[in-house]
T-cell receptor
């Protein structure tokens, strides 16, 4: 398996533009997470899906952010309009929540570094 | 309100010695605790975990200790190697289905 695949790796955009980040989770995983990493706030959870259904979006900063998971193999995180304070590294992660006594956490993608100028 | 805390932003250790990374949490409902390692320009990678029913879990050079009464866990790396230099994140979750909350991370430097 190629792991969690995110695209693009880097994105530079002008303030006010729409930005779409993409994620392909590991095949067979049933949970998908979007995290954002900044110097000030560290790794913060934005939203997560279980079996393609959004479970908790309380971390989404504001209405400018939206996320979709149309099927088990694809998710997008959209920012419209983008602002300079959205500049961060955005990570997608997936996991198989099996209910076993052991939990091996998530598998993260390599991230998308977003710069809004 | 930070539920998972790592009070040491950085740690420097000599190669071959023990590295001890500490983590405190506030939510007594957490059932799983995890450590992730992150290199620059890469995503975090899972290192080791422990469930709340245990107080120790070992995997090679890495051992995690959990003290539930003190709401404290630690990661021991013995012996430390230069390749261990990375940012280490402590994380916690209520269940294996629940979201994982990450601490701010500790940057470990292992000096040859």
């Amino acid at each position: 398996d190629a792991g969690v695949i995110q695209s693009p790796r880097h994105e530079v955009t002008e303030m006010g533009q729409e930005v779409t980040l993409r994620c392909k989770p590991i095949s067979g995983h049933n949970s998908l997470f979007w995290y954002r990493q900044t110097m000030m706030r560290g790794l913060e959870l934005l939203i997560y899906f279980n079996n393609n259904v959004p479970i908790d979006d309380s971390g989404m900063p504001e209405d400018r952010f939206s996320a979709k998971m149309p099927n088990a193999s694809f998710s997008t995180l959209k920012i419209q309009p983008s602002e300079p304070r959205d500049s961060a590294v955005y990570f997608c992660a997936s996991s198989l929540a099996s209910g076993d006594s052991e939990f091996y956490g998530y598998t993260f993608g390599s991230g998308t570094r977003l710069t809004v100028v | 309100d930070q539920q998972v805390k790592q009070n040491s932003p950085s740690l420097s250790v000599q190669e071959g010695r023990i590295s001890i990374l500490n983590c405190d949490y506030t939510n007594s409902m957490f059932d799983y605790f995890l450590w992730y390692k992150k290199y620059p320009a890469e995503g975090p990678t899972f290192l080791i975990s422990i469930s709340s029913i245990k107080d120790k879990n070992e995997d090679g050079r890495f051992t995690v200790f959990l003290n539930k009464s003190a709401k404290h866990l630690s990661l021991h790396i013995v012996p430390s190697q230069p390749g261990d230099s990375a940012v280490y994140f402590c994380a916690a979750s209520g269940t294996s289905y629940d979201k994982v909350i990450f601490g701010p991370g500790t940057s470990l430097s292992v000096i040859p």
